[in-house]
């Protein structure tokens, strides 16, 4: 009878292949065998925190106390998201009532296309609305003021007539083709500014051209607005 011969392990040796305890983890010779640390739990991890605008509420809040009133505010930049919003509440208020609408226009600066979007809403609203100017108003944004059927300025309003900067890119004929789309859109700009006023569209256009800027006098003598805002006094409310 053939036995199996058997090795004993010793301690500090890895045993080889078919001796017990095979397989075994590496082993530094000089150090005893122990096993792995325990691997610590992992931290919960910690909620995410939302830091919510405290004035969100408030802002929106007020809107809707000046839109209640009808007063619409308009400041800025008037780009094409602007003026999508811009025309939403003046059609909302034409259509909730015949009070008339005050438009209330701070430091506004506007993009050619979005001006004649929102002199267009202007033309056919069926309500009186009252335009009136704070800080600088500039560019096509004058448009914006001359189609309001009532104008004012606060005393601290500038009015600068300008040309809008406009870079065009692509082939020539593309090119020209929007070159014409631009002075079609600056005739029908300055044809409502010289209809307001009472002044040659060629004149106006060279006023924008050699950047005019105008004082709160100047501009009622030039017929952009038509009075100057002053406090009412106690009893008495300022025309609409």
Not at 31 to 48: I, L, N
């Amino acid at each position: 009878m053939t036995y199996g011969a058997a090795r004993a392990h010793l301690p500090e040796i890895p045993p080889r292949p078919a001796e017990p305890g095979w397989p075994a983890s590496p082993h530094t010779p000089g150090w005893p065998a122990t096993s792995p640390p325990a691997r610590p739990d992992p931290w919960p991890a910690s909620p995410v925190r939302v830091w919510l605008d405290p004035l969100a509420d408030w802002q929106a809040s007020l809107y809707q106390r000046l839109l209640d009133r009808r007063i619409v505010l308009a400041s800025g930049i008037l780009d094409d998201e602007a003026a999508a919003r811009l025309s939403a509440q003046l059609l909302t208020l034409d259509a909730e009532g015949d009070e008339p609408i005050r438009l209330e226009l701070q430091n506004l600066r506007a993009e050619l296309p979005a001006a004649l979007t929102v002199m267009g809403i202007l033309d056919v609203v069926r309500v009186r609305v009252h335009g009136c100017v704070s800080g600088e108003i500039s560019g096509p944004a004058l448009g914006v003021l001359s189609a309001c059927a009532r104008r004012t300025g606060y005393p601290n309003a500038t009015f600068t007539l300008a040309e809008p900067r406009l870079e065009f890119g692509g082939t020539v004929t593309a090119v020209t083709a929007r070159q014409q789309q631009v002075t079609r859109m600056l005739d029908t700009l300055y044809y409502k500014m010289a209809e307001v006023t009472g002044r040659e569209v060629d004149e106006i256009r060279e006023a924008a051209r050699r950047r005019s800027s105008l004082s709160m006098a100047q501009a009622i003598g030039y017929g952009l607005i038509q009075a100057q805002e002053t406090t009412p006094r106690p009893g008495t409310e300022s025309p609409r």
